[in-house]
């Protein structure tokens, strides 16, 4: 135990020292560290083999000038982060910020605002062009409102992350359709799709950090691929209202079809 407080004691930074003008009187940590200090360094001066260093340096490390950083007084932080490294932060937060959508500094995008529909029905009252989710990119960027892309960011952190973790990082979703005026798989008659309102999003492919492209399509079929990507549409259920996918339909056998309808009877999961 002594062995153990002596290279405590020896560890203590020698640089840490405050101005000695300094008219606040010691804090009861530096005096209680003072006074072990002292009693140390007489139980080393008792026992030579205990003593890491010499006892020029305890002595040093043992003075309440560089004792300092141990008050509570003197920085609340005792380990703050260098000025060069905040700077950096400070500045690429404000990158972000200057490109934040829905008031979300993980939705990056542009405000559009009103997007008027050509058929009854259809149309945004403040749509978003969404660039990137979590850092993911999307291609192209997709017009939606800001529910959808808090759906979708949402998504991306807690089900598409976490399924391809280790293949990945997914850095990119290519985007097969997201704001269109049109009815429901452009059935002539049908009732209008989520899409003409800004509550959809079909994806159909994701690309991995080191360019492997996995696409609904093909991967939905292959062992390798089949698990993630499973694993990720079935995490957007809730997430979304509605989750379409290989095997709901025929429509649907090459993306995945997200939207944020809401249902009396829950999430419509297929």
Not at 129 to 157: D, F, H, I
Request: with cysteine; proline share 8%.
């Amino acid at each position: 135990m002594i062995s153990t407080l002596v290279c405590a004691i020896w560890a203590l930074p020698l640089t840490a020292a405050a101005p000695e003008t300094s008219p606040r009187p010691l804090s009861r940590p530096i005096a209680d560290a003072t006074a072990a200090a002292t009693k140390v360094l007489a139980v080393a001066r008792m026992r030579p083999h205990l003593r890491p260093v010499s006892e020029q340096t305890i002595t040093a490390a043992a003075r309440p000038e560089n004792l300092a950083f141990l008050s509570p007084d003197i920085s609340a932080r005792p380990w703050p982060r260098p000025p060069s490294i905040e700077k950096q932060a400070m500045a690429k937060r404000k990158l972000l910020r200057k490109g934040a959508v829905c008031g979300d500094l993980e939705i990056q995008g542009e405000n559009v605002g009103y997007v008027p529909g050509r058929i009854k029905a259809c149309g945004i009252k403040d749509a978003v062009r969404v660039n990137t989710v979590a850092g993911v990119r999307l291609n192209p960027p997709a017009l939606m409102n800001c529910k959808t892309a808090t759906a979708l960011r949402e998504w991306t952190e807690k089900g598409l992350k976490p399924a391809f973790r280790q293949r990945g990082p997914v850095v990119e979703m290519k985007v097969a359709a997201h704001y269109a005026c049109r009815t429901r798989n452009n059935k002539r008659g049908g009732r209008i799709s989520e899409h003409g309102k800004g509550n959809a999003i079909d994806l159909s492919a994701f690309t991995m950090k080191d360019g492997e492209v996995i696409t609904v399509l093909k991967g939905w079929g292959q062992g390798t691929t089949l698990r993630p990507l499973r694993k990720a549409y079935s995490r957007a259920c809730g997430t979304f209202g509605t989750t379409l996918g290989p095997g709901s339909d025929g429509y649907h056998r090459d993306h995945f079809h997200f939207d944020t309808a809401s249902y009396r009877s829950g999430p419509y999961c297929r």
